[in-house]
């Protein structure tokens, strides 16, 4: 069981939009930044977003992240085949002095 | 270009003990918080531990007590010492940089897999 909470799955067709929530608590998403993380198939994960909203360099607009409260979201625009992968939130949790996780959420093109 | 290479994964008994190491290059090594990150098979990301700027470490509660993170910052290599090794810590391990924030991974290596089964 997660600390923080994701659908397990997604769906959309090409060009349309999905997006990923994830909830937490006061102590953690409700406290410090969220950042999100893609992992294709068999790859190790990669940077999506920081500090809540923050791209890095080289990670396309059509990805961007918002948080209200003690939740987070992660919106994925003009979605392509290649954003297959399985997307994940992480953030500090202050109560237990460790970084937490959300489950995953499966992204799949229809 | 930044780099983290982790090598020591291998086939161990339970009960039994395994360092893991990730070099790391291309980044000023104790300017950043580093973290082990693993992945059971088929599963989701679970944070290991952590190792901050000053030298404080934390540790998930299923390692507390078993592992423990350190670093070598002469060798900027980041190391994870795991005992009392179970069926269920078996996962790929990566070692993963942070960006500005602890939980903000922004580099990670390949992984190393680490199988614990008799």
């Known amino acids: 069981q997660s600390v923080l909470t994701q659908p397990p799955s997604v769906s959309a067709a090409p060009g349309q939009k999905v997006t990923i929530s994830c909830s937490g608590s006061s102590s953690n998403i409700g406290s410090n930044s969220v950042s999100w993380c893609q992992q294709l198939p068999g790859t190790a994960p990669k940077l999506l977003i920081s500090d809540n909203n923050k791209r890095p360099s080289g990670i396309p607009d059509r990805f961007s992240g918002s948080k209200s409260g003690t939740s987070a979201t992660l919106a994925i625009t003009g979605l392509q085949t290649g954003d297959e992968a399985d997307y994940y939130c992480g953030t500090w949790d202050n109560n237990l002095n460790a970084v937490v996780f959300g489950g995953g959420t499966k992204v799949t093109v229809l | 270009e930044v780099q983290l290479l982790e090598s020591g994964g291998d086939l161990v008994q339970p009960g039994g003990s395994l360092r893991l190491s990730c070099a790391a290059s291309g980044f000023t090594f104790s300017a950043h918080a580093m973290s082990w990150v693993r992945q059971a098979p088929g599963k989701g990301l679970e944070w290991v531990s952590a190792?901050?700027?000053?030298?404080?470490?934390y540790y998930a509660g299923s390692v507390r007590g078993r592992f423990a993170i350190s670093r070598d910052i002469s060798k900027n290599t980041l190391y994870l010492q795991m005992n009392s090794l179970r069926a269920e810590d078996t996962a790929v391990y990566y070692c993963?940089?942070?960006?500005?924030?602890?939980?903000?991974?922004?580099?990670w290596g390949q992984g190393t897999l680490v199988t614990v089964s008799s």
């Open positions: 190792i901050i700027i000053s030298g404080n470490t």
């Open positions: 993963a940089k942070a960006a500005r924030f602890t939980s903000d991974f922004d580099y």
